[in-house]
């Protein structure tokens, strides 16, 4: 088992490995440059597992085509990571789409018109 310290550390490695995979070496038409972003990576205390969250910017048609494209690119994926990355073992790779951005943008629209709709209401007491 690695130190959380270590896992915390290959983490990050991953994540700005896979991101410069995104911007410049993946080909497949479904990922489009600019509409994908890696927001986390969460790799597993033996290393040999790694989850990819990524966020997709666009409508829910062009979210499915992108996660097919990364899915088709996961052995790519995990075979530059080996080069790229020094680890006894290379970790088995799976994309998960991540919604948090979309879900925080919601809750602030909600926010705002709450605070709108207070501004609005007569004050009771004038």
Same mark, same amino acid.
């Given at each position: ?34 509409? /994908?972003? /890696? ?21 829910? @048609? ?44 919601? /809750? ?7 605070? @709108? ?10």
């Amino acid at each position: 088992m690695a130190t959380d310290r270590r896992v915390a550390r290959v983490s990050e490695l991953i994540k700005r490995e896979i991101s410069q995979m995104l911007l410049s070496e993946i080909k497949d038409d479904r990922v489009q440059i600019g509409m /994908v972003s /890696v927001t986390d990576v969460e790799v597993s205390g033996d290393l040999q597992h790694a989850k990819i969250f990524v966020s997709i910017y666009g409508t829910d @048609e062009a979210r499915m085509e992108t996660m097919a494209g990364l899915k088709s690119a996961t052995g790519f994926v995990r075979s530059e990571l080996g080069k790229r990355v020094r680890l006894r073992r290379t970790p088995e790779v799976v994309f998960l789409e991540d919604r948090s951005i979309e879900r925080g943008t919601r /809750v602030l629209t909600l926010l705002n018109q709450l605070s @709108e709709e207070r501004d609005t209401l007569p004050n009771p007491e004038d």
